[in-house]
């Protein structure tokens, strides 16, 4: 019976290796980055005007490119919370940079330490069906023997501690701080000999600030693309230098777009200001009336702004925007057309040459999407996606359960090389039991032959056995044989 117990202890180091030696050695790495104002087309811009992005051209060559459609507004909190909970801004509550909480009866500024304050990042509530990834990646962890850490070098809501819970490594907010900077701090955190993360984030802030301050009309925004991928190229090449960029993933993405003002509309050239009180910033003001003055500004505004603007009660807010169910939503929302600036009043106004948070099907609104590394397919260029599927995109390449959201995998697995980690997994199981199948098989055409030749020995020497001795002589062969094998399997140590 030895030779069972053989191919039992064997079964059990195969489907042990199989847990510990393929699959678990090593965490998935991701690396998220956000370039804040990153239009989808500034590259090939770029190209037009004579500026080279070698950087930027070889994550795209041998990777993914694609347009992303981001979420209505189309503002910096809002989508980049987007990206970071895989929900639309209805449903995890940051739902403009500058907005009114009736329950809270306070206004949210952006305010530095209104970066710790969870009631502003858990859509107002304890009972949030929402997760950002960078708790999701570390929770995933807690059961297994392998430990999983996020490090965020800024992202709008990193810093508040959500269900109680610290990520590993997370910084609080300077816009001060140079990109270099970032980049190797992130980098580093990978590396780092005590707590060393898995998932890493970046924000920087332009070309944000170039794009409203010149507008992307101007050739100079150009230069600070340029710039941004001579840093791309130095972190590469770090990334290179400790054995990391071939086996991480990368996504190098942004919140929104940019586009050129040509106008601006005075909310005191339609309706009598003082009726309301408003919140948000151009191109999208959250209105709330006065008492008893909602019939008032709604019918007069919409009356005498005509074409001039959108104006719509929460209630009637168009569908495709999923920008109705939350209560910081106010009862009337006001939106400019594309390239057209809000004031309150020609003494009351503040504006640039670029701006963005227009309807998010414009394409001047649309930022842009990389994914460079060993999950993702090489020079793919794939058609538009919404932003809330990169959290289910992140959950697969982190090889996490994807917590609630409002993406879909379905939309992004063309993506990836793999259709999903499950399906890495199963070709593991399939190859391991493949294996053990044929050393079970080797050893049973070995137990077969010695039981031949120990049936054929006793053939010669003995006249031929009845049915009494056949029984005998077939237990002494299964004797020989243990014997056999445990001489081997001595021999193997
Ligand atoms: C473009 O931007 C540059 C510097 O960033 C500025 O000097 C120049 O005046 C701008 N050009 C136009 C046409 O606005
Ligand atoms: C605007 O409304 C306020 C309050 O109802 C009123 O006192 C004021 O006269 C109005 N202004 C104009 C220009 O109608
Ligand atoms: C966020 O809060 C709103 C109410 O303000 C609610 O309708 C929505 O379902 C919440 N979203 C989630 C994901 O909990
Ligand atoms: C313009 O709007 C601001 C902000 O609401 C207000 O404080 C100011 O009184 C207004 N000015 C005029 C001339 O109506
Ligand atoms: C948003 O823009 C798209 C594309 O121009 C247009 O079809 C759609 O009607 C717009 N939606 C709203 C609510 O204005
Ligand atoms: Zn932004
Ligand atoms: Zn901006």
């Known amino acids: 019976m030895r030779w069972k117990l053989s191919f039992l202890v064997l079964f059990y180091l195969g489907s042990h290796c199989l847990q510990n030696c393929v699959g678990h050695t090593e965490l998935p790495k991701l690396l998220l980055i956000s370039f804040d104002g990153f239009r989808w087309d500034y590259l090939d811009k770029a190209k037009s005007f004579g500026r080279h992005t070698p950087n930027f051209?070889?994550?795209?060559?041998?990777?993914?490119?694609?347009?992303?459609?981001?979420?209505?507004?189309?503002?910096?909190?809002?989508?980049?919370?987007?990206?970071?909970?895989?929900?639309?801004?209805?449903?995890?509550?940051?739902?403009?940079?500058?907005?009114?909480?009736?329950?809270?009866?306070?206004?949210?500024?952006?305010?530095?330490?209104?970066?710790?304050?969870?009631?502003?990042?858990?859509?107002?509530?304890?009972?949030?069906?929402?997760?950002?990834?960078?708790?999701?990646?570390?929770?995933?962890?807690?059961?297994?023997?392998?430990?999983?850490?996020?490090?965020?070098?800024f992202w709008p809501g990193s810093e508040a501690p959500i269900g109680g819970h610290h990520i590993t490594h997370v910084k609080t907010y300077k816009s001060s701080v140079p990109l270099a900077e970032r980049m190797d701090q992130v980098v580093n955190w990978f590396q780092d000999e005590e707590a060393p993360i898995n998932f890493g984030v970046l924000y920087y802030e332009e070309p944000d600030s170039a794009g409203h301050r010149i507008g992307p009309k101007n050739e100079s925004i150009y230069d600070v693309i340029v710039d941004i991928d001579d840093h791309l190229g130095n972190m590469i090449k770090k990334l290179q230098s400790v054995g990391l960029f071939d086996n991480i993933n990368i996504i190098v993405t942004s919140d929104h777009g940019m586009v050129e003002i040509v106008g601006i509309k005075y909310l005191s050239d339609y309706v009598n200001t003082s009726w309301f009180e408003y919140y948000g910033s151009s191109p999208v003001l959250n209105l709330l009336p006065k008492?008893?003055?909602?019939?008032?500004?709604?019918?007069?505004?919409?009356?005498?702004?005509?074409?001039?603007?959108?104006?719509?009660?929460?209630?009637?807010?168009?569908?495709?925007?999923?920008?109705?169910?939350?209560?910081?939503?106010?009862?009337?929302?006001?939106?400019?057309?594309?390239?057209?600036?809000?004031?309150?009043?020609?003494?009351?106004?503040?504006?640039?040459?670029?701006?963005?948070?227009?309807?998010?099907?414009?394409?001047?609104?649309?930022?842009?999407?990389?994914?460079?590394?060993?999950?993702?397919?090489?020079?793919?260029?794939?058609?538009?996606?919404?932003?809330?599927?990169?959290?289910?995109?992140?959950?697969?390449?982190l090889n996490i359960e994807a917590p609630h959201n409002d993406g879909n995998m379905d939309h992004v697995k063309h993506l990836l090389v793999k259709l999903d980690n499950s399906s890495v997994t199963l070709l593991t199981y399939v190859i391991a039991i493949a294996f053990v199948a044929t050393i079970a098989g080797v050893m049973m055409v070995a137990a077969l032959r010695v039981q031949h030749y120990q049936r054929h020995r006793h053939h010669l020497l003995k006249t031929p056995p009845h049915m009494n001795s056949i029984f005998v002589h077939?237990?002494?062969?299964?004797?020989?044989?243990?014997?056999?094998?445990?001489?081997?399997?001595e021999e193997g140590h």
């Open 57 to 153: 051209d070889l994550l795209i060559s041998n990777g993914v490119l694609a347009t992303v459609k981001n979420t209505f507004i189309t503002k910096t909190f809002p989508n980049h919370y987007t990206i970071a909970t895989g929900l639309y801004e209805e449903n995890h509550g940051v739902i403009a940079n500058n907005m009114y909480d009736p329950v809270f009866k306070e206004v949210f500024t952006n305010q530095p330490e209104q970066s710790y304050e969870v009631k502003w990042w858990n859509n107002g509530t304890d009972a949030w069906l929402g997760e950002p990834i960078w708790f999701a990646n570390e929770r995933a962890g807690l059961s297994s023997p392998l430990k999983r850490r996020s490090g965020v070098y």
């Open 291 to 397: 008492p008893g003055r909602l019939h008032d500004v709604y019918e007069t505004l919409k009356k005498a702004a005509g074409s001039n603007l959108h104006v719509y009660l929460k209630e009637d807010i168009p569908a495709e925007y999923h920008y109705s169910y939350n209560r910081r939503i106010q009862p009337i929302v006001v939106s400019a057309p594309e390239g057209y600036d809000i004031c309150i009043n020609k003494s009351s106004c503040y504006t640039e040459k670029g701006n963005h948070g227009y309807n998010n099907s414009l394409t001047s609104m649309h930022p842009i999407f990389i994914g460079h590394g060993p999950a993702f397919k090489h020079g793919y260029k794939s058609a538009s996606f919404d932003n809330v599927d990169i959290y289910p995109l992140m959950c697969a390449l």
């Open 474 to 489: 077939e237990q002494t062969d299964i004797e020989g044989q243990s014997h056999l094998l445990t001489s081997e399997d």
